[in-house]
Every structure is written in structure tokens, then in C-alpha cells.
């Protein structure tokens, strides 16, 4: 095993550093329902880290901790070497961690150029009455995040919709229009829900090429939930499987694949 | 055919051209490129450095005169200067179809034996590291998107702004060899090779000097007028003979400024930011405009609705005479001025043609209904005929002379002759030197009069003298009873249906016609939408019976007016079968510029053409298909074999007819 400040490089040469979060033994429950049972595992910067497992499995409750959401009852999440305190999700965002939702919350009225400006928030620091007036700093704080959202418009190919309302685009691209907004706040994770739920097959390939490059461009870490067990085992680094909230195999795509207790849990075997 | 180049004022080469428009327009905008949202300007005389720095890099990576330069990408500023720094060090640039797959690169670099390629992407990249191999004299590639390319092994491998920075850097070691190899270009010197994709056999490259595509430069500018300070959108395929005539030959020619849409899908939206003043567009591209603004007609409310019809009708009527300089009523040009302001001006600038003085379409027949609906907005839309080996101008249109059956008269300086079976001959400045490594091909185009063999049947129009295309002159046959057969004028016919994206007839040595059927599914699936028809995919939409329906009631209208053509009232359509697919350059049914490849169609298709023969009903076929990056699939289908009227022909006016 490799220490926790260890890095290496992998097979195609990318650099993967030292754990960046922790989560230790984390615990969530709602009611009686437990959703998470005592699970842990870390992320190493710069990998793309996926957490897979069967319908219920925990998954989204999995990311929901790590984006703040969910406050577990019990364990500890580590950030940057500290641990981190109950917060709410805008504390966390501030932190660097951006996600994307299974079931896109984008804003339908507003253009994509204005929908990705809404992730560039965390950025903008002019006040009320500058933003207002529109002059001096907030103007060109403006000008500025105008640039980065252009760059990642330019990164993520969807020029051709810049000024189009987002309620009219087709679920694809709403997809990385979401994507968009949350590489605009310059995470440094990157949490995706399920990035190719509903997708055909072409814009799977697509959306499996963005998050490639946006990892090989930026360094970005990311963790993703993800169903298609292909794209997974294609994407990522490593792997967590769930099952019934608990945590059954961690580790290579390789490994995860010839682990019994997964193989058990995706063809089904009696649960005692 | 000494052409001298007194006429040019001395100037016999695009790059002695970049160096006069630098000097004398060097404030002026040369280049435009839309990156990052925002139009990204270069001068002439920024252009003159670009193209300068590029050109030392080339020398310095060790480009030879004489060498192949393959270029692969999409209309971007820097390609445009790759071609002409290329030129500038003596070497040939060639342009490819970026969309083409790795194979068909593969054998275009090997034949012209391209030591060097710049393209665009990864993409690119990718496609020519999967046929380098079999490349023997292929070195060095230079992309321009930098993106993913970081883990890529760099040995001959450069960054196109890196090779630009070394030319820069070497300025002084190499200046001087670059002054010296530019005076070298003269009129004879080869200007360009492009491939044409040609619909049998491999491509050809055709090779072109600077005399052909000065002379026919100049000669089509001053033909239209073209001045300094036009606009034009550079969107069409960099490989394809007319982006060139257009984007360097024209554009340096006249100094006039070249615009680089953002991306392909952004074409329309920067198309309305430019408003060109000159403009190019193959027929399909009109179609779609108007095919959209119909659409969207539909949706609109009613008394925009009542407008447009009211108005559009005016101006069908007037329209084109007003444009033509008739005379026309007094009381009609008021209304149609009215309409200017109500309905065509606002059209005109959302469709992005509200500056366009002159305007071309070729390479297909253009529906008169399309035609008909640009000119009666005012838009000055044209017809040219041409092809690569004319350095595009064989016939133009001049103004005021313009129709939707004819292509005009001979282009400046272009001399054109019939042959005795029909087929059309032209010899002119712009005529092409040879095909690259294929003299018999040569010898077979071009005699040694200098007279091309065009491939077509036409006839000039008594009265008006202006050449009329029939068809292919290869495709031209005889049905079984020895009538004449023209596949192409049929096909035409049905293709100017908004419903019908593409149709092939057959018929030669058979005793009837019959039609393979594309739907246009952006039209076809409009109309689904508002009728409340569910389908899941084009193959299922294809086959609905309400389509085939229409489909069959498109083809009667065609055999109702191929009746009353005594000369083709026997081509009418009997049978015909909607294709499951469209069809498509990647599986090599059609050429990249669209045209229909006959033979590979009849072979693919062998089943289906027989179900329309042996009285079938319904035929099931499986086609294989090619996906964009080159793995093969394959669909299966039953398609419904489907009957249409015909009009019988009386013998009596066949009689007459003979």
C-alpha cells in the first residue's frame, strides 16, 4: 500500500499526489434507515475516483457526504489534512468541491453563458452596491470570469448554445452544461452523480472524453457515481463498490472486477 | 494560352500577393476568427508576420522545395496561413477533408508522399499516427489545438505555435533562403494540389499553378466587382476547390477580409454577426435556410403569419424583376418596399444575407422554388458552373441574366465547345496543369489543345445563349426500348421536395424507372411532430406509412410533370423503396462534396434494386455502415416496396415527340 502523502504516476502518465479526503468510518442514518454503515476510503489528488454499487446501494448518500449535504452521525471527514466540522453545502463549496446533479438542477430560464457565470459565484468578490452600479472592480471581475466561462465553453465544445435558454436544450447537453457550471467554480474536486445516467451510447462516449480531459487539462480530481459499468471500469482509477450501504471492494477496476463479494452483489446471490 | 502576367501588375504568386496587400491594406482586417465568443482580428500586415514566422519555422524544421504539405482542418486563420507559408518556401500545400476517415487519408497523403502534415487536433492527430506506418516519406506533425496532446511523443510531434516561435527565433539564420526561394515562384510554379473526390475510382490531384488561380481570380472579380473591402464567411470544406478560389485565390486577389466561423454548429449565428457581402453556398445550404424559416413560420403567430404569406407573395411576384432592373409598377414597388421594411430586411438579416451583393450556388441544380424564394427578397443569388480542373469558372451568370435552369454564359477568358454527342469541352486560363502521378488520366481530361473533357451533357439555350447541364454524360444512358435515360434531371426534380433529402434513380437497359428514396429528416420529422406521429429512430420514421405516403404522392407530382417533357415523359418513376439509411460519405456512397456514387449505390443495394424489379412487396436487406471513426456496424431492415402512378404517354404524342 502506499502512504497516505505518497504520489505516483500511473500507466498513462498522469500524476496522482498524496489522499486530499479522508472519510473515516462514516455512519448515516436517516430515521431507522441506514444508508451508509461505517465506510472508509480516501481520494488521491489528480485520480478519478469512482463509487459504484446496485440500485440503493448508497451511493448519492455516499456523495451527498462528501459535498456536505449530509452530516454522518458518525466518522470523520478529512480535508486537506484537517478534519472537517459540520457544514453547510455553500461552506463546502467555498472550499473548492463542486458537483453536478443525477437529475440536473440547472437554472431553465437563464442562457448556458449565464448559467455557467452562476458558477463562477465563488469569485466574484465586489459588492452589492458595485455589482449593482456596475462599475470599477465589479465590472471587471466581470470581464474576467466572462473570460473563463468562454474558456470552458470553448473546453467543453458548446459554443453553438452559448446564448440558448437552457429549458430548450436536450437532456445531453444539459448534462454538460451542468458539467460547465461546476468546472467554472475551479473545484478541486469535482463530484459528478451519475454524468452518463439516460445517455445513448454516443454521448457517453462524449461525456467519458470531457471528463478524461478535464482531468488531464486541470488535474481536477474527481469522484463520480456511475452505473454503466463499462465507462467505470474505463474512467477510472479506482474503484469503491456499495452494497446495502455497506462498503464490499475497493480498489483497481482490475481488482474490483475479480472480487467475489462484488460479482456476488451484481448477479445476486441471498443476503443473510 | 500565354497568359502574361502584365495583367496582374507583375504579381504572379499569393505570396508576392499577402506582400502587396500588406503594404498597401495593412491596416485593413485580413483574417477574423470568433474564439473565446469574441471576433478575434489579424491585419494584413499582422498576416504577413504570421505567415512569415510560420514559413522560417518551416524551414527550419527542414521543409524542401517541392515538398507535400498536407493541411487537415476546419476553416481556421491559421490552416489559411500554413497554405501560403507553404507556398512561400516553395513547398505544395494540400489540403484534405478533415471529416474524411484515417483510409481515405491514408491514400491521398501516400499518393502525393506528404513529408509533412499540419492539422488540426487530436482527432487528426490520432487518424494520421493510425496510417503513418504505411507512410514511407511522412516526418513531421504539427497540430494547433493543444488539447490532449500533453502524453503524446513529441519526437515529430510540434505545436504550431511552437514551429512559429522557432521560425521567429531563426529569423536571421534563414531570411535569406526564405527571400530567396519566394522570388523563385512565378505564374508556372504549382500554386495548390487538391483532390477531387471524384464519384468512381481513387481521388485525383489535381495540380494548380499560380497562373490558374491568379488568373481565374482575377478575372471572376472583376466579372462581379469584387472589392477591397468584402466580407466573406470561409465555411465550406478547405479541400474543396471553391473554399480556395474564395479564401486565398479572391481574397488576395482583392484584399478583401476572410471570416472563421467558431465551430461548425455556430455557422449560422456568426454567419448573421459577419452579414458577408459576398457568399457561397452549395444548394442543400439554401434548402435548409428555407426549410427553417418555414418551420418556424408555422409556429409563428397569426399576424406574422398573415404578413410573411402576404408579403412573400408580393414578392415572388415582383421580386425578382425588381432585382433583374424590369420595369415594374409603380403601386407594386411601393408595396414591395413596404415589404422590404415589414418583412423581407428583418428575414434577410436573420437568415445573415442582409449584405450579400453577389451570391453564388453550384455544384448541384438548385430548386426554382429555393431560387426563386432568395432572389424576391433582393438577394442577388446566382448560379456558376464549374470544377476543380477550371480552377472553378467554366459559366457565370451575369447580372441581371439570371435563371434557375441555366448556368450562364462562358467566364471571362473561358472558351467553351459541345462535342458531337454532347458532352462539354472548355479550355481557359484557369484550366489545370496535370494530375499529380497520373498521366493517363490527364491525357484522358485534357487534350493537348488545352480542352477539358468536363464529363457533362449540356447544350447552349437558343436565344440566350446561355449553357444548360443535362447530366453526367457517364450517367446518361438508355432504357431498354433505347429512350434516353438521364437519372440526374429526374432526381433533381424529386429532390426539390423539402421531404426528399436524396433520390437515385435507375432505369438504364431497363424497361422502367424506379427511385431509391432518402427522406430529409429534419423536414420529415417537423412534420411528424405536429401531426402527432411517434417514431424512434430514422430507420423507423423512414418506413411510417403516412411518409410513404407522401413520399408516393412527391413522386407522382414528379411523373406529372416529367409527362408533359416529351423528351423524358418515359423516365417516370413506377415503383420506389424509402432507404433505411441515409446515404453517406463515411460508407462512400456519396462523395464528400454529395454527390451520388452510382456503382458502389447499385452494388450495396443489389436486393432492393431487385425487389423494385421482380414485383416485390417488401424486401429485407442488411447494409453495413460505417461510424465516424471507422468501425463497421451493420443495420437490418424490411423495406416496403411501394408503387406509384404513372401518366401514360399516348403514342400519339410520342409520335410528335419523335
Given at each position: 500500500m502506499?502512504?497516505?502523502?505518497?504520489?505516483?504516476?500511473?500507466?498513462?502518465g498522469?500524476?496522482?499526489?498524496?489522499?486530499?479526503?479522508?472519510?473515516?468510518?462514516?455512519?448515516?442514518?436517516?430515521?431507522?434507515?441506514?444508508a451508509?454503515?461505517?465506510i472508509?476510503?480516501?481520494i488521491?489528488?489528480?485520480e478519478i475516483r469512482?463509487?459504484?454499487?446496485p440500485?440503493?446501494?448508497?451511493?448519492?448518500?455516499?456523495?451527498?457526504?462528501?459535498?456536505?449535504?449530509?452530516n454522518?452521525q458518525?466518522?470523520?471527514?478529512?480535508?486537506?489534512g484537517?478534519?472537517?466540522?459540520?457544514?453547510?453545502?455553500?461552506?463546502?463549496a467555498?472550499?473548492?468541491i463542486a458537483?453536478t446533479?443525477?437529475n440536473?438542477?440547472?437554472?431553465?430560464?437563464?442562457?448556458?453563458l449565464?448559467?455557467?457565470?452562476?458558477g463562477r459565484?465563488?469569485?466574484?468578490?465586489?459588492?452589492?452596491?458595485?455589482?449593482?452600479?456596475?462599475?470599477g472592480?465589479?465590472?471587471?471581475?466581470?470581464?474576467?470570469?466572462?473570460e473563463?466561462v468562454e474558456?470552458?465553453?470553448?473546453?467543453?465544445?458548446?459554443?453553438?448554445i452559448?446564448?440558448?435558454?437552457?429549458?430548450?436544450?436536450?437532456?445531453?447537453?444539459?448534462?454538460?452544461?451542468?458539467l460547465?457550471?461546476?468546472?467554472?467554480a475551479e473545484?478541486?474536486?469535482?463530484l459528478?452523480?451519475?454524468?452518463?445516467?439516460?445517455?445513448?451510447?454516443?454521448?457517453?462516449?462524449?461525456?467519458?472524453?470531457?471528463?478524461?480531459?478535464?482531468?488531464?487539462?486541470?488535474?481536477?480530481?474527481?469522484a463520480?457515481i456511475?452505473?454503466?459499468?463499462?465507462?467505470?471500469m474505463?474512467?477510472?482509477?479506482?474503484?469503491v463498490?456499495?452494497?446495502?450501504?455497506k462498503?464490499?471492494?475497493?480498489g483497481?477496476?482490475?481488482?474490483?472486477?475479480?472480487n467475489?463479494?462484488?460479482?456476488?452483489?451484481y448477479?445476486?446471490?441471498a443476503?443473510? | 494560352?500565354?497568359?502574361s502576367s502584365?495583367?496582374t501588375?507583375?504579381?504572379?504568386?499569393?505570396?508576392?500577393l499577402?506582400?502587396?496587400?500588406a503594404?498597401?491594406?495593412g491596416?485593413?482586417?485580413?483574417y477574423?476568427?470568433?474564439?473565446?465568443?469574441?471576433w478575434?482580428?489579424?491585419t494584413?500586415s499582422?498576416t504577413?508576420?504570421?505567415?512569415?514566422?510560420?514559413?522560417?519555422g518551416?524551414?527550419?524544421?527542414?521543409?524542401?522545395?517541392?515538398?507535400?504539405?498536407a493541411?487537415?482542418?476546419?476553416?481556421r486563420?491559421c490552416?489559411?496561413?500554413?497554405i501560403?507559408a507553404a507556398q512561400?518556401?516553395?513547398?505544395?500545400?494540400?489540403?484534405l477533408?478533415?471529416d474524411?476517415?484515417?483510409?481515405e487519408?491514408?491514400f491521398?497523403?501516400?499518393?502525393?508522399g506528404?513529408?509533412?502534415a499540419?492539422?488540426?487536433?487530436?482527432?487528426?492527430?490520432d487518424?494520421?499516427i493510425?496510417?503513418q506506418e504505411?507512410?514511407?516519406?511522412?516526418?513531421?506533425?504539427?497540430?494547433?489545438?493543444?488539447r490532449?496532446?500533453?502524453?503524446y511523443?513529441?519526437h515529430?510531434?510540434?505545436r504550431?505555435?511552437?514551429?512559429?516561435?522557432?521560425?521567429?527565433?531563426?529569423?536571421?539564420?534563414?531570411?535569406?533562403?526564405?527571400?530567396?526561394?519566394?522570388?523563385?515562384?512565378?505564374?508556372d510554379s504549382?500554386?495548390v494540389?487538391?483532390?477531387?473526390s471524384?464519384?468512381?475510382?481513387?481521388?485525383?490531384?489535381?495540380?494548380?499553378?499560380?497562373?490558374?488561380?491568379?488568373?481565374?481570380?482575377?478575372?471572376s472579380?472583376?466579372?462581379?466587382?469584387?472589392?477591397?473591402?468584402?466580407?466573406?464567411?470561409?465555411?465550406?470544406?478547405?479541400?474543396?476547390?471553391g473554399?480556395f478560389i474564395?479564401?486565398?485565390?479572391?481574397?488576395?486577389?482583392?484584399?478583401?477580409?476572410?471570416n472563421?466561423?467558431?465551430?461548425a454548429?455556430?455557422?449560422?449565428?456568426?454567419?448573421?454577426e459577419?452579414g458577408?457581402?459576398y457568399y457561397?453556398?452549395?444548394p442543400?445550404?439554401?434548402?435548409?435556410?428555407?426549410?427553417?424559416?418555414?418551420?418556424?413560420?408555422?409556429?409563428?403567430?397569426?399576424?406574422?403569419?398573415?404578413l410573411?404569406?402576404?408579403?412573400?407573395?408580393?414578392?415572388?411576384?415582383?421580386?425578382?424583376?425588381?432585382l433583374?432592373?424590369?420595369s415594374v409598377?409603380a403601386?407594386d414597388?411601393?408595396?414591395?418596399?413596404?415589404?422590404?421594411?415589414?418583412?423581407?430586411?428583418p428575414?434577410?438579416?436573420?437568415?445573415?444575407?442582409?449584405?450579400v451583393?453577389v451570391?453564388?450556388?453550384?455544384?448541384?441544380?438548385i430548386?426554382?422554388?429555393i431560387?426563386?424564394?432568395?432572389?424576391s427578397?433582393?438577394?442577388?443569388l446566382?448560379?456558376l458552373y464549374?470544377?476543380?480542373?477550371?480552377?472553378?469558372?467554366?459559366?457565370?451568370?451575369?447580372?441581371?441574366?439570371?435563371?434557375?435552369?441555366?448556368?450562364?454564359v462562358?467566364a471571362?477568358?473561358?472558351?467553351?465547345r459541345?462535342?458531337?454527342d454532347?458532352?462539354?469541352?472548355?479550355?481557359g486560363?484557369?484550366?489545370?496543369?496535370?494530375?499529380?502521378k497520373?498521366?493517363?488520366?490527364?491525357k484522358?481530361?485534357?487534350?493537348?489543345?488545352?480542352?477539358?473533357?468536363?464529363?457533362?451533357?449540356?447544350?447552349?439555350?437558343?436565344?440566350?445563349g446561355?449553357?444548360?447541364?443535362?447530366?453526367?454524360?457517364?450517367?446518361?444512358?438508355?432504357?431498354?426500348?433505347g429512350k434516353?435515360?438521364?437519372?440526374?434531371?429526374?432526381?433533381?426534380?424529386?429532390?426539390?421536395?423539402?421531404?426528399i433529402?436524396?433520390?437515385?434513380?435507375?432505369?438504364?437497359n431497363?424497361?422502367?424507372c424506379t427511385?431509391?428514396?432518402?427522406?430529409?429528416?429534419n423536414?420529415?420529422?417537423?412534420?411528424a411532430?405536429?401531426?402527432?406521429?411517434?417514431?424512434?429512430s430514422?430507420?423507423?420514421?423512414?418506413g411510417?406509412?403516412?411518409?410513404l405516403e407522401?413520399?408516393?404522392?412527391?413522386?407522382?407530382?414528379?411523373?406529372?410533370?416529367?409527362?408533359?417533357d416529351?423528351?423524358?415523359?418515359?423516365?417516370?418513376?413506377?415503383?420506389?423503396?424509402v432507404?433505411?439509411k441515409?446515404?453517406d460519405?463515411d460508407?462512400?456512397e456519396?462523395?464528400r462534396?454529395r454527390?451520388?456514387r452510382?456503382?458502389?449505390?447499385?452494388?450495396?443495394?443489389e436486393?432492393?434494386?431487385?425487389?423494385?424489379?421482380?414485383?416485390?412487396?417488401?424486401?429485407?436487406?442488411?447494409?453495413?455502415?460505417?461510424?465516424?471513426?471507422?468501425?463497421?456496424?451493420?443495420?437490418?431492415?424490411?423495406?416496403?416496396?411501394?408503387?406509384?402512378?404513372?401518366?401514360?404517354?399516348?403514342?400519339?404524342?410520342q409520335?410528335a415527340?419523335?
Amino acid at each position: 500500500m502506499l502512504d497516505a502523502t505518497e504520489g505516483y504516476i500511473t500507466e498513462d502518465g498522469r500524476n496522482i499526489g498524496g489522499v486530499v479526503m479522508e472519510m473515516h468510518n462514516i455512519t448515516l442514518r436517516f430515521g431507522g434507515v441506514v444508508a451508509i454503515k461505517d465506510i472508509s476510503f480516501d481520494i488521491r489528488e489528480g485520480e478519478i475516483r469512482a463509487i459504484i454499487g446496485p440500485n440503493g446501494a448508497g451511493k448519492s448518500s455516499m456523495l451527498n457526504v462528501i459535498s456536505g449535504f449530509y452530516n454522518p452521525q458518525e466518522g470523520e471527514v478529512w480535508y486537506k489534512g484537517a478534519k472537517r466540522p459540520p457544514m453547510k453545502p455553500y461552506q463546502v463549496a467555498r472550499q473548492g468541491i463542486a458537483r453536478t446533479f443525477q437529475n440536473i438542477a440547472l437554472f431553465d430560464g437563464m442562457s448556458v453563458l449565464d448559467n455557467i457565470m452562476t458558477g463562477r459565484i465563488r469569485q466574484m468578490q465586489a459588492g452589492l452596491l458595485a455589482q449593482a452600479l456596475w462599475k470599477g472592480k465589479a465590472e471587471q471581475e466581470e470581464v474576467e470570469n466572462r473570460e473563463a466561462v468562454e474558456k470552458i465553453i470553448d473546453f467543453l465544445e458548446i459554443q453553438h448554445i452559448r446564448k440558448t435558454p437552457v429549458g430548450r436544450l436536450p437532456y445531453g447537453l444539459k448534462k454538460r452544461v451542468e458539467l460547465a457550471r461546476a468546472l467554472a467554480a475551479e473545484p478541486s474536486i469535482l463530484l459528478l452523480d451519475e454524468p452518463m445516467a439516460g445517455m445513448n451510447v454516443e454521448e457517453k462516449e462524449d461525456m467519458s472524453r470531457f471528463v478524461l480531459d478535464v482531468n488531464d487539462e486541470f488535474g481536477t480530481t474527481i469522484a463520480l457515481i456511475e452505473h454503466d459499468m463499462g465507462v467505470v471500469m474505463d474512467l477510472s482509477d479506482r474503484v469503491v463498490v456499495m452494497d446495502y450501504g455497506k462498503k464490499i471492494g475497493d480498489g483497481s477496476p482490475d481488482e474490483v472486477r475479480n472480487n467475489q463479494a462484488v460479482i456476488d452483489a451484481y448477479l445476486g446471490v441471498a443476503h443473510d | 494560352m500565354a497568359q502574361s502576367s502584365q495583367a496582374t501588375g507583375g504579381l504572379e504568386s499569393v505570396p508576392a500577393l499577402l506582400q502587396r496587400n500588406a503594404s498597401e491594406f495593412g491596416g485593413k482586417p485580413a483574417y477574423r476568427e470568433k474564439e473565446f465568443g469574441i471576433w478575434q482580428c489579424w491585419t494584413w500586415s499582422e498576416t504577413e508576420k504570421e505567415i512569415e514566422s510560420l514559413a522560417l519555422g518551416f524551414i527550419n524544421l527542414g521543409v524542401q522545395e517541392g515538398d507535400f504539405i498536407a493541411i487537415i482542418g476546419r476553416n481556421r486563420p491559421c490552416f489559411y496561413w500554413t497554405i501560403v507559408a507553404a507556398q512561400s518556401v516553395g513547398a505544395i500545400p494540400v489540403p484534405l477533408y478533415q471529416d474524411a476517415a484515417a483510409e481515405e487519408m491514408a491514400f491521398v497523403m501516400d499518393h502525393c508522399g506528404a513529408r509533412f502534415a499540419v492539422v488540426e487536433d487530436q482527432e487528426q492527430v490520432d487518424k494520421v499516427i493510425e496510417i503513418q506506418e504505411r507512410l514511407h516519406q511522412f516526418e513531421h506533425m504539427i497540430y494547433v489545438d493543444p488539447r490532449g496532446m500533453r502524453k503524446y511523443d513529441h519526437h515529430k510531434l510540434h505545436r504550431f505555435v511552437d514551429i512559429q516561435e522557432q521560425g521567429r527565433a531563426a529569423y536571421y539564420e534563414f531570411i535569406e533562403d526564405l527571400t530567396a526561394r519566394r522570388g523563385k515562384l512565378d505564374y508556372d510554379s504549382v500554386c495548390v494540389m487538391l483532390y477531387t473526390s471524384g464519384t468512381t475510382g481513387n481521388p485525383k490531384g489535381v495540380v494548380l499553378s499560380n497562373r490558374n488561380i491568379i488568373e481565374a481570380s482575377r478575372s471572376s472579380a472583376e466579372f462581379d466587382n469584387l472589392q477591397q473591402g468584402e466580407e466573406v464567411l470561409a465555411y465550406l470544406p478547405m479541400a474543396w476547390v471553391g473554399d480556395f478560389i474564395f479564401s486565398i485565390g479572391q481574397a488576395y486577389w482583392c484584399g478583401f477580409c476572410v471570416n472563421c466561423p467558431e465551430s461548425a454548429d455556430t455557422m449560422q449565428t456568426d454567419l448573421r454577426e459577419i452579414g458577408p457581402t459576398y457568399y457561397f453556398a452549395p444548394p442543400r445550404v439554401f434548402e435548409n435556410q428555407l426549410t427553417n424559416v418555414m418551420i418556424r413560420m408555422e409556429d409563428a403567430g397569426r399576424l406574422k403569419k398573415w404578413l410573411f404569406d402576404t408579403f412573400m407573395a408580393h414578392a415572388r411576384k415582383v421580386g425578382p424583376d425588381i432585382l433583374d432592373g424590369k420595369s415594374v409598377s409603380a403601386w407594386d414597388r411601393l408595396k414591395y418596399t413596404i415589404g422590404s421594411f415589414l418583412v423581407y430586411g428583418p428575414l434577410k438579416d436573420t437568415l445573415g444575407l442582409g449584405r450579400v451583393r453577389v451570391g453564388y450556388t453550384a455544384g448541384e441544380a438548385i430548386g426554382p422554388e429555393i431560387f426563386d424564394f432568395y432572389r424576391s427578397l433582393g438577394i442577388n443569388l446566382k448560379q456558376l458552373y464549374g470544377q476543380t480542373e477550371a480552377s472553378v469558372f467554366i459559366t457565370l451568370q451575369p447580372d441581371g441574366e439570371v435563371r434557375s435552369d441555366t448556368v450562364g454564359v462562358a467566364a471571362p477568358g473561358v472558351e467553351i465547345r459541345i462535342s458531337e454527342d454532347g458532352e462539354v469541352f472548355y479550355r481557359g486560363p484557369g484550366t489545370f496543369e496535370y494530375y499529380y502521378k497520373n498521366a493517363e488520366s490527364t491525357k484522358k481530361t485534357k487534350d493537348e489543345n488545352g480542352w477539358v473533357a468536363t464529363g457533362d451533357a449540356g447544350f447552349f439555350e437558343e436565344g440566350s445563349g446561355h449553357l444548360r447541364i443535362i447530366d453526367r454524360a457517364k450517367d446518361v444512358g438508355k432504357m431498354a426500348d433505347g429512350k434516353l435515360f438521364a437519372p440526374k434531371y429526374v432526381e433533381n426534380k424529386l429532390k426539390f421536395f423539402p421531404n426528399i433529402l436524396e433520390a437515385v434513380v435507375f432505369g438504364n437497359n431497363r424497361s422502367e424507372c424506379t427511385a431509391f428514396i432518402n427522406i430529409d429528416l429534419n423536414a420529415v420529422g417537423n412534420w411528424a411532430e405536429r401531426n402527432n406521429i411517434g417514431y424512434a429512430s430514422y430507420q423507423e420514421l423512414a418506413g411510417h406509412p403516412r411518409v410513404l405516403e407522401t413520399m408516393r404522392e412527391h413522386v407522382e407530382d414528379v411523373n406529372r410533370s416529367l409527362a408533359e417533357d416529351p423528351m423524358l415523359s418515359h423516365c417516370q418513376v413506377h415503383r420506389f423503396a424509402v432507404l433505411h439509411k441515409e446515404l453517406d460519405a463515411d460508407d462512400g456512397e456519396i462523395t464528400r462534396t454529395r454527390k451520388v456514387r452510382r456503382g458502389v449505390v447499385a452494388d450495396k443495394y443489389e436486393d432492393i434494386i431487385a425487389a423494385l424489379y421482380d414485383g416485390s412487396e417488401e424486401v429485407s436487406t442488411t447494409t453495413e455502415v460505417t461510424y465516424e471513426d471507422g468501425r463497421k456496424g451493420a443495420i437490418s431492415a424490411t423495406l416496403k416496396v411501394c408503387d406509384a402512378q404513372v401518366v401514360p404517354v399516348g403514342p400519339a404524342r410520342q409520335e410528335a415527340a419523335e
